[in-house]
């Protein structure tokens, strides 16, 4: 019987590494797996992919335990084929079992593929975390990464900048503790394998980062530009033997771990500020209400989100900067002419983005459709990658929950998110007399880098405006 290594394959869009979410169902060593099964649940960057085993046989090993990091190119399982059965050829770069040759960069893969690739050229990627299952088959070991540089001598002198990579090869472990002591990863001089940003040197251009002007005695407190060397780690207070009994302590891993990681990383990132405004949709409810009779013929839910879409549309046009995004790989402002609206959804596994394409060139009933199917896929965790990828601006919403109002988070790099809440009954003047009208508040935060207060506030009203008027909808988009 033949043994055979089989690798955590390139799952593309510069994903190197994985999280192991969870072996499948009767995965186990000692346990026999058929080709084509599903084997491992991993969380990238991107979103859960579910890899399936390209051959059948008995599992002699697993490559990890759940919540542990795999490599891409490192052995996920080993397989012991069965008699007449021979190891597949080297594993290649394809995203098929097959030894034909990876496409081109960035070229659509072939049609045979059961999950397409999503494009890499749509612009910032919105927030990807949640339970989204892409079953993939057994793939390829990875590409093979660029030549390392030539090794840096460390040195009390500042560290040396490395030539600015997209995004720089490191471990999770490493990524932390570069956010921990603020050092930019891209700007660090990589002494690993193959290119691969390590602990050491994160370290090192931390502390080159707070060498003192002058050899004299250490300030009582560094100076103002200097990043924070490093942050004790927040400690739960010992309980009573008595108390400790009643805790219980999990691992922060998987889509938590994630949506974690990108809430942080936000608020650290961008300066928020947020504008809270009125919104009298008495209005748009009536013309919701004569229009929903036409939708459901055509067998669509008609919601008040494909108006909320479309007004953000039209007032995106006017106020181009709110939709745009900072790149930080070039140092530029990114200002996009395509209207890709993300919309946040609060699933059972945790907070998911997907992303309606082109909204300026869709109607309200064919937005009405997309809302419907991206409900459908996120509640079903059926969302595809692509689904989650390329938004320019956010609209988030807890509808019947939604409060008086809160100041929602940016899905950097996005430069805006418009907050949604409830509908309710409030007085309001109308000519001069005053009605029952029905009331939203609208909460919009806008990163204060980028955005100047006057700007959003605009935009603000722009929103509220079509809102308000929404016959200018379809006068105007």
């Not at 397409?116 to 892409?134: F, L």
């Not at 200002?335 to 993300?342: A, E, K, L, P, T």
């Not at 959804?345 to 869709?362: F, W, Y």
Request: neutral net charge.
């Amino acid at each position: 019987m033949a043994r055979w290594e089989f690798k955590l394959p390139d799952i593309g869009e510069g994903v190197t590494e994985g999280e192991i979410v969870g072996w499948c169902e009767g995965v186990s060593v000692g346990a026999t797996i058929k080709a084509d099964a599903p084997l491992v649940d991993v969380l990238t960057d991107k979103a859960t992919v579910t890899i399936t085993s390209p051959r059948g046989g008995k599992i002699l090993e697993l490559g990890g335990k759940v919540g542990e990091i795999v490599q891409v190119g490192s052995n996920l399982v080993v397989l012991e084929l069965a008699d007449g059965d021979a190891p597949p050829p080297p594993q290649t770069h394809s995203h098929h079992d097959a030894p034909a040759p990876r496409p081109a960069p960035r070229a659509a893969p072939a049609p045979a593929a059961p999950a397409a690739k999503a494009s890499r050229d749509e612009g910032p990627a919105a927030t990807a975390v949640g339970d989204i299952k892409e079953t993939l088959p057994g793939m390829g070991a990875p590409r093979p990464a660029p030549a390392a540089p030539a090794p840096v001598a460390p040195a009390p002198a500042p560290t040396p900048v490395a030539a600015p990579s997209e995004r720089p090869l490191a471990t999770p472990a490493t990524r932390k503790l570069a956010r921990d002591l603020s050092v930019d990863l891209r700007t660090v001089a990589p002494t690993g394998p193959n290119g691969r940003v390590t602990s050491e040197d994160v370290q090192r251009a931390a502390a080159a980062l707070l060498v003192p002007p002058a050899p004299a005695a250490p300030a009582p407190s560094p100076a103002p530009v200097a990043p924070v060397a490093h942050r004790e780690p927040i400690r739960v207070t010992a309980p009573t033997p008595a108390q400790a009994a009643l805790e219980e302590r999990e691992p922060l891993r998987g889509v938590r771990k994630k949506i974690f990681e990108q809430m942080a990383r936000s608020k650290q990132t961008a300066a928020h500020f947020t504008f809270v405004e009125e919104c009298d949709v008495t209005a748009l409810k009536e013309l919701r209400a004569r229009l929903r009779p036409a939708a459901e013929k055509e067998g669509v839910k008609l919601t008040f989100l494909p108006f909320i879409i479309k007004a953000v549309v039209a007032a995106l046009k006017k106020h181009p900067d709110l939709n745009s995004a900072f790149d930080e790989s070039t140092g530029e402002i990114v200002r996009r002419r395509y209207y890709n609206i993300g919309i946040a959804s609060s699933t059972e596994a945790g907070l998911m983005v997907p992303v309606i394409k082109d909204c300026d060139r869709r109607s309200l009933l064919d937005l009405a459709r997309e809302v419907q199917r991206l409900s459908d896929a996120t509640k079903s965790s059926k969302v595809r990658m692509e689904d989650l990828q390329g938004s320019t601006f956010t609209i988030t919403s807890l509808g019947q929950q939604g409060g008086l109002f809160a100041t929602p988070i940016l899905n950097t790099p996005e430069v805006g998110i418009l907050g949604v809440h409830q509908m309710k009954k409030k007085p309001v003047v109308r000519n001069d007399q005053i009605v029952i009208g029905e009331v939203m508040l609208l909460s919009l935060s806008f990163d204060h880098r980028l955005i100047d207060g006057h700007v959003g506030a605009a935009f603000a009203y722009e929103v509220i405006g079509y809102l308000q008027e929404p016959d200018r909808l379809f006068l105007e988009t």
